[in-house]
């Protein structure tokens, strides 16, 4: 139990282009969905929380009119990069919990490239 | 300010040997401590988790060992074989924070020598 799913895996973009980024709890309802980005060798990076059918929660320094959040459902979480440039080049990662619990789950994580 | 601070950095071991990794943490309202464990170019995997009301809890081969007066835990993993060489990742949630946010520390890279 407690899958989470990421789609896609691996995405190549060009400069200037949106990407957008689906986050599926399997078999729980994840009320809350966290984003985090990961860069090479480093320790994972908080960038939102989104609970479902409400705004995301940034965090400090992260633009929420260049990573949009929507969590319209209890399985679906979407960020979208939008206007992507080399430097939002990472390892994107999303998890999620169901309500009242600590537990997070974790997805398999998105490799996003910006050319 | 890092409010989970791990080590070691990295740390090899040698095949049936134990592997302790560190974690120390300043904020005393934290009130669940996970372990996740992590492969290359895969998301964390949640290990073992523990509570503060309790001192220790183990799963299989893993041990969590929870020092609350010195704000402290560790991961232990006993007989350790070369599939478990993987970053590990302690991580700690303060329930005030409203979305029971993970604060994670730094990673470890584990390398289990055959």
Same mark, same amino acid.
């Given at each position: ?115 | +300010? =890092?409010?989970?601070?791990?080590? &070691?950095?990295? *740390? !090899? ?5 134990? #592997? ?16 996740? +464990? =992590?492969?290359?170019?895969?998301? &964390?995997?949640? *290990? !073992? ?5 309790? #001192? ?59």
């Amino acid at each position: 139990g407690a899958v989470v799913s990421q789609h896609p895996s691996r995405v190549i973009c060009k400069s200037g282009t949106s990407v957008k980024i689906e986050c599926r709890s399997l078999d729980f309802q994840a009320t809350t969905m966290f984003w985090y980005r990961q860069f090479p060798k480093q320790s994972l990076m908080l960038m939102a929380t989104s609970n479902e059918g409400s705004k995301a929660t940034y965090e400090q320094g992260v633009e929420k009119d260049k990573f949009l959040i929507n969590h319209a459902s209890l399985t679906l979480s979407t960020l979208t990069v939008t206007s992507a440039h080399p430097e939002d080049s990472s390892f994107y990662i999303c998890s999620a919990s169901d309500r009242g619990r600590y537990e997070q789950y974790f997805g398999p994580g998105t490799r996003l490239t910006v050319t | +300010q =890092q409010q989970v601070k791990q080590s &070691p950095q990295s *740390l !090899i071991v040698q095949k049936g040997g134990i #592997s302790i990794i560190n974690c120390a943490y300043e904020n005393t309202a934290f009130d669940y401590f996970p372990w996740y +464990q =992590q492969f290359p170019g895969k998301g &964390p995997a949640l *290990l !073992i988790a523990i509570r503060p009301d309790v #001192s220790e809890k183990k799963e299989g081969r893993f041990t969590i060992s929870f020092n609350k007066s010195a704000k402290q835990f560790s991961l232990h993993i006993m007989d350790s074989q070369p599939g478990d060489s993987a970053t590990y990742f302690c991580a700690a949630t303060d329930p005030y924070s409203g979305a029971q946010k993970l604060v994670f520390g730094q990673g470890t890279r584990l390398t289990i020598n055959p």
